[in-house]
């Protein structure tokens, strides 16, 4: 672990019965990169996501978070020190509208109850903060709609909206573009490259040419080992990683 690093994962290791989910792990992810893993299905990536977040226990192995040993801590205690996953489509509130549901996001993390929610969009200090991530992430001018009538591509942009609302120090992306269109999926590349200006990320995701433009530093995780961490260039042109998972793609 370096000064640099705001997220380090040592020696990391989850067993499924016989099966190694995550081998021995060890990365880091420095502060204010956006940092890819990617790998074939059933690398291992999201069993990774679940350790960080504390949504599954590490057999052993340390993860550091902030000069702070995350072992003791617990999800909502992770979540509170700034480690946030963006929320999946089904946490987010369906009949509430987007700007109500980032708003109760917001009073969620100064640590109001849900009570009064149907004040929420009448409370500047949520709406102000609410507003302001809506703008960021391209979703103001559907602040006032039910968040069931928003389109796939932009329930996924909400749920980093609400993501976001927790004031994360890293951001914990786990495949943001799935089931996107081509047409969504660019246009969230787009907000990404401007939040990652002001968050380090770390990005789980399929789509290679959401990653290769967006990612600072990448890590190929092949059956729960990490194989390769450079930079696009670095991971393009690297053999092992070409045979093992790229092909001819990169
Ligand atoms: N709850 C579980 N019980 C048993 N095995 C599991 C469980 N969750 C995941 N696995 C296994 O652990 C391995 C890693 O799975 P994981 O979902 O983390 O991979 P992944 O890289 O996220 O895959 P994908 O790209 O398909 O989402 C796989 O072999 C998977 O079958």
């Known amino acids: 672990m370096t000064e640099q690093d705001l997220l380090s994962v040592e020696k990391l290791v989850k067993r499924y019965g016989g099966?190694?989910?995550t081998d021995d792990l060890s990365?880091?992810?420095r502060e204010g990169e956006l940092h890819a893993i990617i790998g074939p299905n059933g690398a291992g990536k999201t069993t990774l996501i679940k350790q960080l977040?504390?949504?599954i226990p590490s057999d052993s192995g340390k993860i550091t978070f902030a000069g702070q040993n995350l072992k003791r801590l617990s999800e909502p205690g992770r979540s509170h020190i700034g480690l946030a996953?963006?929320?999946?489509i089904t946490s987010l509130f369906q009949e509430f509208?987007?700007?109500e549901n980032v708003c109760l996001a917001v009073q969620a993390h100064n640590g109001h109850s849900f009570r009064f929610w149907k004040k929420v969009n009448k409370d500047k200090n949520l709406t102000d903060p609410a507003l302001d991530i809506l703008r960021r992430i391209g979703l103001e001018q559907?602040?006032?709609t039910a968040a069931a009538n928003l389109s796939h591509g932009e329930q996924r942009q909400l749920e980093i909206a609400v993501a976001l609302a927790t004031k994360p120090k890293l951001l914990l992306l786990d495949e943001p573009m799935a089931g996107m269109s081509k047409e969504d999926s660019e246009r969230l590349v787009e907000r990404l490259i401007e939040l990652k200006s002001r968050h380090t990320i770390l990005l789980v995701e399929?789509?290679?040419d959401a990653v290769f433009s967006l990612a600072d530093r990448i890590s190929v995780l092949v059956y729960g080992r990490a194989i390769a961490t450079g930079t696009p260039d670095e991971i393009r042109n690297n053999d092992d990683v070409r045979q093992a998972y790229l092909g001819e793609e990169a």
């Open 19 to 21: 099966l190694l989910a």
């Open 53 to 55: 977040t504390g949504e």
């Open 85 to 88: 996953r963006s929320f999946q």
């Open 142 to 144: 559907r602040a006032d």
């Open 97 to 99: 509208t987007v700007l």
């Open 27 to 29: 990365l880091s992810v």
């Open 206 to 208: 399929h789509d290679m």
